[in-house]
Every structure is written in C-alpha cells, then in structure tokens.
C-alpha cells in the first residue's frame, strides 16, 4: 500500500517548530545571545531580519510569531498591496488583538516610500509590533524613519555543516511523515550540501528531488529503502547554487572583493572572485573591474601593463565564455602580482575635486590660444615658452592658474619606475 504524500514543499513542510530546530545563525540564536534571551523572555520589540536567501530568517520569524500569543498578519511585499496594509491597521483594537497586532513582512525592500511610511504611527505607539525580512541591505531599501525604529539583525549564509546537519534532521522527518526508509550513501547529503551555497531552501529542494528520483526507480514504494546515492545526488546538484544577483549586495562584494584582491597582491583570492563572476556569466563585470584596477592600482608603477590587460579584455570579449576565462585569468594574476602605485589615480581625484569645488580661475595668459591684447592689458603679448626650443625640451614657466599656483597634485609612488622619472626631472629642473 502506498503511503500519502503531501504535495506542499518539503522546505514547508519541514519548517523547524523551534528555535532549538533550527540550524545555524547562532551568534542569534545561543542560549547566551541577547537575541535569543530577548525572544524566549517574551519580549518581542520591532525587528528587521537582513541576509541572503534561504538562511531561517523566514523560519525564526514564522517561530517568533507563533508563539507570540498576538494577532498575526503575514505579507509579502512582492504582492501586498495598500488595500492589504489597511487590513492589518483595522484589526488594531479589535476583539482579537486583546494582545497585540503582529505583522509580519517578508521581502519589505518591495514596499514602496508611501506603503511603509503608513506603517509608522501604528508602530510607533506600539499598536502593531513589525517583524520584517529582506534580502537586501536595509539601510538602502527601507525608508529611514521606519529603520530607526526597528532593531535590525543580520542573518549569515549557513556553512555546509549546518546545512548538512539540516539535512540528516529533514530525513528522518521524511521517514517519520511519509512512512519511507532512506538509506543515504556516505557523502550524498554533503554533496548537496557543499552545493547549495548555504541556502537551506535550495538544499531541500534538492532533496526532494533526489527523493523523488529515487522513488520513481523503485517499483513498489513498499519494496524496500530508498537510496540516496552520491552519483544521483551529484546530478541534482551538478552546479554549484552559488549567491548572485547582479542588482543585489552579494553582485557588489564579489566585485569588491574581486579589486581588492588584485589591489592587494594575491594572485590566488583574485582568481577564486573571477572564478565567480565567470561562473556567474558576468562577463562585462569582470572586465570592467580588471581593467580599472590596472589603470588605478598598478599605474604608473608599469604603465605597460594597460595595453596588455586591455588586448586581454578584447580577447576575451571577442571568444566569449568559457573560453574567455584563459586570457582573464592569465591578466588577473599579472595584475595581481605587478608593483603597484596608485599615485595617478590620487593626483586626477584631487585635481578633479578642486575644480568640483569652484577652484580654478583664468587659464594664464602665455597657455591661451588667442593672440590679440584688449586695451586693459598691463602686459601686452603672449610671451609661450616653447618647450622644445630650450635644453633638455623644459623651460620654467607657469602653467596653472594663479589660485592654484605651486599647488601639488602629482606625488611619485616609491617604485622603480617613478623615482626614475623623479630622478631625471630633478635634475633638469635643478640645472644639472
């Protein structure tokens, strides 16, 4: 006889019920944290959950709320709607909410400015307690005045261990709800686990998939375990569930991390964020950060270096993925492991600040590129020096205009190439 099956999700269906069930985020959720003494003492204050996909904070909010003995609303901001928003205000004051009125708000950063600002005066005398999650950073997509009067907590990604552990957990509460026998090859739930990127979600999706898998190749549901092997599960699991979003927080710290270890001269940490952006099929990112990292942080120090990186870039726009990969990689580690000086990209910033803030002035006269003296003029002439027309091509004479003259923008890097430049300029200009 076969056994019935719910068709709700197994992540649904194997929400843990506790806080003690769930895994990960323990720098929240130890007996010892403040969170977990606020949350177990009753205490529920105004609370935004920020972190990635499928880490609990769905879980421990759904926990928190059920236990909270209120009047529960939940949302979503991708659906809800202003007219929705009103439903939860209404029940303010009602038979029901003797205790309280808690809303819970998932994905908020999709509310608009106007949708969340109508929330505030409810929160603000405590009428409803708000307990919101977002994947985004809140302190971009959730309008300030409703931010400061929330507590906000950060969710991490889980490590493979936690997810694993969730794992062992859902197939017993798959043995028990649906009456099967798993019998789980050493290294399978690993291997989903190291795959799911540290999103719980996905991992049990991947299970539920491999469980079904593993029904459809047996006959009879009755007719023995169902066997989770490390080949089939390699299969549901043959890439990676990496975190990516290129309009997301995780876009902006692989591309972060990507320049700063360029900048930072390891070759290898370099590699591991290219090899992510590839991965990802972010091509135009990847480009685009190795070659301001050449121009900026390796500069002057070997300025050969940008025709190089940028022949590189062309290659591989040109071939396209996969194979772009092999002159990107050969152009990271150069721009990894060559001297570096970013005294160029210090001395336009400076210089492009003073113009921003109003400091310029009239170009002196000998630079213009007129001719003719009005009747004003103290000094009649242009009176150019031109350079080639004196010893070693240099001539003192003033090129910047009179309020910023003798100003510095340009401070050589302590390289081999920079000090040779000083060096030589030295010695012109003091007449050697």
């Given at each position: 006889m076969k056994n019935e099956r719910s068709t709700a999700p197994l992540a649904d269906r194997l929400r843990p019920a506790t806080l003690d069930e769930v895994v990960g985020q323990q720098h929240l959720l130890g007996p010892d944290k403040v969170f977990r003494r606020t949350i177990d003492g009753g205490r529920?204050?105004?609370?935004?959950?920020?972190?990635?996909?499928?880490?609990?904070?769905?879980?421990?909010a759904r926990i928190i709320a059920q236990n909270s003995g209120m009047l529960l609303h939940k949302l979503n901001g991708t659906s809800a709607?202003?007219?929705?928003?009103?439903?939860?205000?209404?029940?303010?004051?009602s038979f029901g909410s003797q205790n309280g009125v808690l809303l819970y708000l998932d994905e908020i950063q999709y509310l608009n400015k106007k949708q969340q600002q109508s929330l505030?005066?409810?929160?603000?005398?405590?009428?409803?307690?708000?307990?919101?999650?977002?994947?985004?950073?809140?302190?971009?997509?959730?309008?300030?005045?409703?931010?400061?009067?929330?507590?906000?907590?950060?969710?991490?990604?889980?490590?493979?261990?936690?997810?694993?552990?969730?794992?062992?957990?859902?197939?017993?509460?798959?043995?028990?709800?649906?009456?099967a026998q798993l019998e789980v090859e050493d290294g399978a739930l690993r291997k989903l686990a190291t795959a799911s990127g540290g999103d719980m979600r996905k991992a049990l999706n991947g299970l539920e998939?491999?469980?079904?898998?593993?029904?459809?190749?047996?006959?009879?549901?009755?007719?023995?375990?169902?066997?989770?092997?490390?080949?089939?599960?390699?299969?549901?699991?043959?890439?990676?569930s990496m975190r990516y979003d290129r309009a997301g927080d995780e876009h902006y710290d692989i591309l972060s991390a990507y320049q700063k270890s360029m900048r930072g001269?390891?070759?290898?940490a370099a590699l591991h964020y290219l090899a992510r952006l590839l991965v990802a099929g972010d091509l135009p990112s990847a480009c685009r950060r190795l070659i301001v990292t050449a121009a900026e942080d390796v500069g002057l120090a070997w300025p050969q270096i940008l025709p190089i990186v940028q022949a590189a870039v062309d290659m591989a726009l040109q071939v396209g993925l996969p194979e772009a990969a092999i002159p990107l990689g050969d152009a990271v580690v150069l721009v990894a492991t060559a001297p570096k000086s970013n005294s160029g990209a210090n001395a336009i910033f400076a210089a492009m600040a003073d113009v921003?803030?109003?400091?310029?002035?009239?170009?002196?006269?000998?630079?213009?590129?007129?001719?003719?003296?009005?009747?004003?003029?103290?000094?009649?002439?242009?009176?150019?020096k031109y350079a080639h027309n004196f010893k070693h091509n240099w001539v003192q004479q003033q090129y910047l205009p009179d309020v910023l003259r003798d100003t510095v923008y340009y401070k050589p890097g302590d390289n081999k190439n920079e000090q040779a430049f000083k060096d030589y300029w030295d010695k012109i200009k003091k007449g050697q």
């Open positions: 529920i204050p105004n609370m935004v959950f920020y972190g990635p996909s499928g880490c609990g904070k769905t879980t421990v709607s202003t007219g929705d928003i009103r439903d939860v205000m209404r029940d303010v004051g505030l005066e409810y929160i603000e005398d405590g009428s409803i307690t708000l307990i919101a999650s977002t994947t985004e950073n809140p302190y971009f997509y959730i309008y300030n005045a409703l931010l400061s009067r929330c507590t906000v907590f950060e969710f991490k990604p889980l490590e493979p261990d936690d997810v694993e552990q969730g794992l062992e957990n859902a197939v017993r509460k798959i043995e028990a709800l649906d009456g998939f491999a469980v079904a898998a593993a029904r459809m190749a047996t006959a009879d549901d009755d007719a023995g375990p169902l066997r989770l092997q490390v080949d089939a599960v390699a299969q549901v699991a043959q890439r990676s001269s390891d070759p290898d921003q803030n109003g400091k310029s002035g009239p170009i002196p006269r000998q630079l213009q590129n007129k001719h003719f003296d009005g009747e004003d003029a103290e000094v009649k002439g242009q009176h150019y």
